[in-house]
């Protein structure tokens, strides 16, 4: 929550590291409430494509921002000074083979996460909508 605030608060010019690397913000709506939910993810992009890695550490659940995107993947990225609407989607198979090496390039402990949990951490692309 700190993390989002000084990102948001400061219109994308402070906050934009986490752990050391870059991150962005991802708006999205509680599957249970309806509410609007945001959460900071390490900066996984490529061509206008964004991935949010659900890791949460290599924990044995997912992460909540994970569930919501599912249930609603219409959402609002916010990448330093930029705001970028997108939907999210699941990948598998060989398309998640490759986000998963770009995202092992922003963040190697992704590996170290998959080897601490069974189940297999999902990888979610944030694609423009138009």
Do not use: F
């Amino acid at each position: 929550a700190k993390q989002v605030d000084e990102y948001e608060s400061s219109g994308g010019t402070s906050g934009l590291l986490l752990m050391g690397k870059p991150c962005v913000v991802v708006t999205m709506r509680g599957r249970r409430t309806g509410k609007v939910r945001k959460a900071a993810v390490m900066r996984v992009e490529h061509d206008g494509t964004y991935a949010a890695v659900a890791s949460k550490g290599g924990d044995p659940r997912h992460p909540g921002w994970y569930h919501n995107l599912l249930a609603d993947p219409d959402v609002t990225l916010q990448d330093g000074t930029e705001h970028h609407e997108l939907r999210a989607r699941e990948v598998t198979g060989d398309e998640k083979a490759s986000w998963w090496d770009r995202a092992l390039e922003v963040w190697p402990h992704y590996d170290e996460y998959q080897q601490k949990t069974d189940r297999p951490i999902p990888v979610v692309l944030l694609e423009p909508t138009s």
